[in-house]
């Protein structure tokens, strides 16, 4: 139900969700220790189809017969809410039996987690009441949304406990299956990565529909491999304004990292929260570097980001998840740490992601007071966390960033706003195809003053550039000035002789 690194995926995978016979399975003594918020929780469910993307192809590969019905993906959501009273209890097994509908939503057509390895496990917490009630009367009010995405292949209970923390902490929370392109199981590869973006996406998009979205503050919390779709999500989406990583993969990853190209960190220019778990010995690094890929580390780029990184020794990897921690035997908890620390970790993690939630979805200064204390500070127990801060370095060099820098300072100071956002260094220079479609498209909009003053910007980062120096000719034809437009199509065909729009540009400015 987990993946940390590349490498690391069969092992991984068979570790959690395949775990040896023979060990002792808990009782149902498990119990989340965080007091809940000032609201009651409701659960919806929704089965929806996302229907631009197909997911079952046209013959079943088992039976090589036709398929018949949707072929769409299909998106069994589940919301938790801030509530009004009333509404369905729940206890731990009606969670279980939704994962048979995930990918079908015919009921019988599934195959529910309490029928795999886990089910002794399953049995002996299937009692336990949760907070939430099913289908209640939601509570007036706007809330933050919060995306949670699971790990590898996981379901999306898999966190039940943290979902239902922060729905009475006052936030709208949805989350759905880890599910790959075409088939239940997640693929390792940036297919997975996408189908799990896409449905992070889609969530975002239906949460718009909610009346008690705010849709103004969003946030995503991912696990593992959910903690790699999160970021990469979020640098396809602006609207994301915090993530949450649960020792994401993105720290261990780096093979698939770089299968994502628009994943930099200027893209992901938000308030980060990474805890992890207990870190390896540097001879554990060194002796298994299979696991252990020390090539890049995309924490450590992240210059543009508020990041807060913390570390919990007395979590294993899987041990960030509510759903493992009822069901991995005893004897599965080593290191020193029991289950009973494991799980009095896990409030912490729970407690930390709702102060860092707190504070930049709702601009919470008793949260940020809180995140800025040495964690022995706010009760948590000594050893047991570590966390470290670091501020941004610098504004990313985002065009959005570079329009808003230079309307505060003027173009007249276009230096200061270069050395301001770096914008002269190799790794953080905007391309001449980004800025020269800003120049026109300013240009376009009828401000022709204002798109010279674009276009003698972007000259001033590539000043050989010969589609800029063309533009720069359109911009001052389009203010009237005949000679200025002359001189820079000159320009750009002594840079580019074969330059075929400033030769045509130069032909019509003399024509009659």
Known sequence: MCRVGASLRRALIAGLVM????????????????????????????????????????????????????????????????????????????????????????????????????????????????????????????????????????????????????????HVVLASASMGARTRAMTADLEGVEAQVGDIAFLIAQARSLPQVDAEQIAVVGFSWGGLANVAAAARDSRIRALVSLDGTVRYDNETLRSIAYLTPAKVAVPYLFLASRPASLEQMNTDRKYYDLSRNFLNELKYSELLLGSLPALAHQDFSSYLLRVRPTEAFGDGYSREEAVVAYGWVARYVERFLAAHLKASAEAKAFLAREPEQNGVPRHFMRLETRKAEAVAPTLENIGLALSRLGFERADEVIRELRLAEPATRPGEELLNDWGHEVLYSGLAARAIQVFQFALRLHPASADLLDGLGEAWQASGDKLQAEAHYRKALAQDPRHVFAARHLRALAAP
């Open 19 to 170: 775990l040896l016979p023979g060990l002792a399975w808990p009782d149902a003594g498990f119990s989340f220790t965080n007091e809940p918020g000032p609201n009651a929780v409701g659960l919806r469910v929704l089965q929806q189809y996302d229907f631009s993307r197909s997911y079952r192809s046209r013959f079943d590969a088992v039976t090589g017969q036709p398929v018949s019905g949707e072929r769409a993906r299909p998106v069994q959501t589940l919301v938790w809410y801030p509530a009004a009273p009333g509404g369905r209890p729940l206890r731990y097994d009606d969670y279980v039996e939704l994962s048979a509908t995930e990918e079908s939503f015919e009921p019988g057509r599934g195959r529910s987690l309490a029928f795999g390895r886990h089910g002794p496990a399953l049995k002996a917490v299937a009692a336990q009441a949760m907070r939430a009630r099913r289908d209640a009367a939601p509570a007036a009010g706007r809330f933050p949304l919060v995306v949670y995405a699971p790990s590898f292949s996981a379901s999306a209970i898999e966190n039940a406990d943290l979902c239902e923390y922060l729905a009475s902490q006052g």
